[in-house]
C-alpha cells in the first residue's frame, strides 16, 4: 500500500474529475458501495484468480470465541473488495426497486487485492467502472466504448484502438476446429498469449496441451489464411466478413459486431479506431457476448477493458438482468499522464504570502484574503531566517508567486518565484561560457 | 454499511468539491493514506474508546498458520482506519521529507468503526479533515477557523457559531478549584455534559464522583458567577478576561485567544461568530492547547470540531512537531443538506433520447451527441411499450426534457418532463373544486 503526496492527488483527482464529467455527460450516474461485503458473496463470485487475494475481516466479540479451533476458514464473516463488478451485482440485486431500468452506473473507488507488490501493482488501487444493467441491445456495448473513448482522449491520451469480439464467435472458433466445449477455456487462455509468443508459440503451446494436429492447422487456416507471422492476426471489417463466410454459427454476433462498429465510427472520426480482432479474449470467465479492450500508443498491456456479463447478476437475484461494463485502468492511465509532461492539476496560480511574528494578524489575513477573492491560491506563512532559501523551497513546491506583507501596503505586489531547477537551467543558458 | 444511490452521492460528491474548493484556495493540499494500517499503530494510538471499534483483517497464508492456537489476538496484522488523524501522523512520519514545512493537508476519506448501527451512524463512514503540522503559532488555529466556517457557508450552512477554548485554560480552572492533576480528565468527562444536564447536573455528579464540595462551590463561583443556571456558563470576550483576572495562570493561553478572536472577527463580519466558552471540553485526550466546536442553527451536537495536539506526531517521529486540525462532521453536514429543500447537486438539464430499435443507430447517436455538446447530459433510452409510464418514471429519475428521435430531424424540440408528484399538485390547484 502506499502514501499519496499532494502533487500525486492533485493529477488523480483532476483525472478522475475528467473521466466523470464525460461519463455523466453520457447520462450515466455514480453510485458508491461499501468496501467491505460478506466473505461468501466475494468467495462464490467466479472472481477467479482474486478470490485468492481477498483481505478477510475478523469476526468480532462472540461469533470469534465461537468458530471452531482449527477451522481458519470460520474465522472471517466480511473481506474487502477485490474488484468493482461483484459488489455491483450484489448493490443491484438489492436496489433495483430505486434505480432506472436500464440503470447506467458509473463507480470510482478503491479495490484490495493481497499480491506480491511490484512495479505499477499495488495491494490498494483504484477502478474506474461504467456499467449498463437491464439493456439487452448493443446500445449498451456503444453508449460503452463512445463514453470511455470520449474519456481517455478527454485525459489527453490521443488515438485509443479499440478491439472488438465476441465470446460467441471464439466459442464457435474453437467449434469449428474441433475443440471440445469442456477444453474451450484452456484453448482460449493460450489463445490469449499470442501478442506475447506470436503464432509459432500459440501454436507450440496448443500442441502441448495436447489439441490435435487437425485443430491447430484449422486455427491456422481460418486466422491466418495467407501463413502470416506476428503477434497479431488478421484483423477488421473484412476478416469479420470472411469468417462469417467460413463459419456460418458466427453470423448472428458477426452482424451485432457489424452494428456497433458502423454507429461507433462516424462519432468516433479520426479521433479513434474501432476494429474487430478475432483473437481477442479477456481473461474473465464470466463474459458472455462482446467484449472489448483499448490500446495507447505503443503499449502492450490495454488501458481499459470490458464486455457483457448477461449471467451474473441472476444469480443473486434470481432473474437474468442484462448487462454489460467498461473498466479503465486507472492506475496505469495515472502512470501514462505522469509520464507524459506538462500535464498537471494545479493549473490555478498558488501563492505565499510571508509575514514575521510582529504585524498585525488581522491585517495579514485581510491581505491574503484580498489576493484570494482574485481566484488564486492564497497561503500564509511565517517567514523564515534565511530567506533566499525559504522563497526557493517554496518555489519548488509549486508556489509561482510571493509577497511580502508590509503594513499599510493594502495592495502589494505579487513578485514570481522560479523553481530551482529551471533557475539553474536559465543560469546555464545565459551563461556564455 | 450501507449503498449509495445515485442521488446521494450526487449530493455528496458536490459537497465535497465545494469543501475541497474552499479548502484549496487557502493553500491545504488534498493526500490519501490507505485505508488499511498496521494494527499496531492503530491499537497504540491514544484513539480511547474507537481503539474497541477497530475492524482487523487476518493474516495470511504461514503466518496465519504460525499463530499460537487461542491467541485471537495475534490473528490480525493490518486493521481498517478508524479516524483520519492517526494515520495523518504516520503519514507525516514516513514522508516529512517530500513535504513543504508547515504543511497544510485535506483528507477527505471513509473509515471504518464496528459500531452498533443505529440512526445516523454508520460502520463506514467519511471524515473531511484540515490539519497544519509544523506551526507553533496561532497562525495555524486562525487558517482552520477561517478556512472550515468558509467551507460551512459555502455548502449553504449560514452563520455557524465556533466555540473556543483551550485544554490548558480548562486545566487552570481545575487546579483553581483544587481537583488533583489525576482526577482532571474525569472532571472534564462531567463538565463536558453541561448541555445535556445543565449546571445543577454537572454539580450533583462531581458531587457523586467524590469531587470537595469546596470545588463545586469555587466551579460555580468562578463559571456562573451571578449562579446563573442553563445548559451554558457566561461566555464571550469579557468572560475570559475575568478569568484571567481571577486565575492568572490562565493568562498567557487567554492573551493567545485574544489573539484568535481579534484576527478572525473581521474575517467574519456577520458571516459567522466566535466565542470563547470555559466550558468547552471536546473529548479527544490527545489535545494540548486551543480546541473549538461549530454548531449551527439548533442543533445540540457540533457538525465540526478541533484543536492542536504537539505530541502525537513525536511519538512516532522521536522529535515534536506541533500540529492542530478541524474536522467537518461530513454526514451530519449531508443530512442537514438532504433536509434542506432544494439543495441538489444535478443542476445541469438532464435529456433522454428515446428511440425504437428500427432506426439507424448511427443516426440516433448523432443526434444524441448534438444536444450533448450544449452541454446538457443526454441519455439514450429505447421505448417502451407505455410511453405515458415511461416518461412519468424518467420524469421521477430526474430528467427534465426528453426528444423522441425522428428520423431526418437533425435538431429535435426537446420537450418538458414533469415528475408526477409535481403534476398531482398542479392539478389539485386547478381543480376549482
Known sequence: MRDLLPREVEL????????????????????????????????????GE???????????????????????????????????????????????????????????????????????????????????????SEVAEIELILATCEAIITLGLEHPRVRLNDRRILAAVANHCGVEPSRHAGFFVTLDKLDKIGREGVERELRAEGHAESAISRLRALLWPSDAHGRRAPHGGDVLDRLCREVPAIEPFGESLRTVVRTVEPEAGQRFDLDFDPTLVRGMGYYTG???????????????????????????????????????????????????????????????????????????????????????????????????????????????????YQRDVASPQVRPLVRRSLKAARETQEDPA
Open 12 to 47: 488523480r483527482d483532476s483525472a478522475s474529475a475528467k473521466i466523470l464529467e464525460v461519463y455523466t455527460a453520457f447520462g450515466f450516474r455514480r453510485i458508491e458501495t461499501p468496501a467491505l461485503e460478506n466473505i461468501r458473496l466475494l468467495a462464490g463470485s467466479d472472481g
Open 50 to 136: 482474486n478470490e485468492k487475494l481477498i483481505y478477510k475481516v475478523l469476526k468480532r466479540g462472540a461469533k470469534l470465541e465461537s468458530v471452531t479451533p482449527g477451522r481458519d476458514d470460520e474465522l472471517a464473516d466480511l473481506g474487502l473488495r477485490f474488484d468493482l463488478t461483484v459488489p455491483l451485482a450484489r448493490y443491484y440485486a438489492h436496489n433495483h426497486a430505486h434505480l432506472p431500468d436500464p440503470f447506467k452506473a458509473i463507480q470510482i473507488g478503491p479495490v484490495w487485492r493481497a499480491e506480491r507488490p511490484q512495479k505499477g501493482r499495488f495491494r490498494q488501487f483504484t477502478q474506474c467502472d461504467i456499467d449498463i444493467l437491464g439493456l439487452a
Open 290 to 404: 462482446p467484449i472489448f479492450e483499448v490500446a495507447y500508443a505503443e503499449d502492450a498491456a490495454a488501458i481499459a477493458g470490458g464486455g457483457r456479463y448477461d449471467r451474473m447478476i441472476g444469480k443473486l437475484l434470481g432473474r437474468e438482468v442484462p448487462a454489460c461494463g467498461f473498466s479503465i485502468g486507472f492506475e496505469r492511465v495515472i502512470l501514462i499522464l505522469q509520464e507524459k509532461a506538462g500535464i498537471h492539476a494545479g493549473e490555478r496560480q498558488r501563492i505565499v504570502v510571508l509575514f514575521d511574528g510582529t504585524e498585525s494578524l488581522p491585517d495579514v489575513f485581510a491581505t491574503a484574503r484580498r489576493l484570494r477573492t482574485g481566484g488564486q491560491v492564497v497561503s500564509l506563512t511565517l517567514r523564515k531566517k534565511n530567506l533566499g532559501k525559504q522563497l526557493d523551497d517554496l518555489a519548488d513546491e509549486g508556489f509561482g508567486g510571493y509577497v511580502v
